[in-house]
């Protein structure tokens, strides 16, 4: 698989996650259950990792749980704010370190800022620490370098930007949400998710830095 190729494949998977750990509306759970998110999961993430194959639960994404509204019901009682501990899983960076969260934020702010991204318009759940606004930066900064090799032009800004993402604002905490969720016995739709994020996360540090 030739560089641009595999950049095309990354900003896929990103969009994919970005909306796999978003709040399930009235559409979602069918994509669940007839095994569509599941397929187009394992296909796109196994085709940039292969090493995921083995060791995720695969069908576990085909779970949509009991009921049309199951994975709603799940995402509000893990992820939505209960009580004064907050949520059970948070899927804000800054719940992980909640001594230094303005500071996170700002370093956020910054980086999308850099690339020409705002916030503003994004709806209140989504902010710039959440996990489905960094994956779709991640997943916008991909299709940059994409856009940047089709055109034969340098990728390696937006290679080194997306390495340093990774490394300072995801893969810290995704193992301790992949935790929470296996210890608050998430459906396992959420708990593989959880797991295969981390995964995700940790060979995308580990893969040579111009891939």
């Not at 950049?7 to 669940?32: E, K, M, N, T, W």
């Not at 949520?87 to 500071?103: F, K, T, V």
């Not at 998430?186 to 111009?210: K, Q």
Request: net charge negative.
């Amino acid at each position: 698989m030739n560089a641009q190729a595999r950049s095309h494949l990354r900003c896929h998977a990103y969009g994919l996650l970005a909306a796999l750990i978003d709040y399930p509306d009235d559409a979602f759970p069918p994509l669940v259950a007839d095994g569509r998110a599941m397929r187009q999961c394992r296909q796109v993430l196994g085709a940039l990792h292969p090493a995921l194959e083995a060791c995720v639960a695969w069908p576990d994404l085909a779970d949509a749980g009991d009921g049309a509204d199951a994975l709603a019901v799940e995402y509000t009682r893990l992820f939505d704010v209960a009580g004064s501990g907050g949520p059970l899983c948070p899927l804000h960076g800054g719940g992980y370190r909640p001594d230094s969260r303005m500071q996170l934020l700002r370093e956020l702010v910054r980086f999308y800022n850099h690339f020409g991204l705002t916030t503003e318009a994004a709806p209140a759940r989504e902010l710039p620490d959440h996990l489905a606004t960094q994956l779709e930066f991640l997943h916008y900064l991909s299709r940059l370098e994409s856009d940047c090799l089709a055109h034969d032009t340098d990728a390696d800004d937006c290679r080194r930007a997306r390495r340093d993402f990774l490394e300072r604002h995801l893969a810290p905490w995704l193992p301790q949400l992949a935790r929470r969720l296996a210890q608050h016995q998430a459906l396992p739709f959420y708990r593989t998710l959880g797991e295969l994020l981390a995964r995700f996360i940790r060979l995308e540090t580990e893969a040579p830095a111009l891939s």
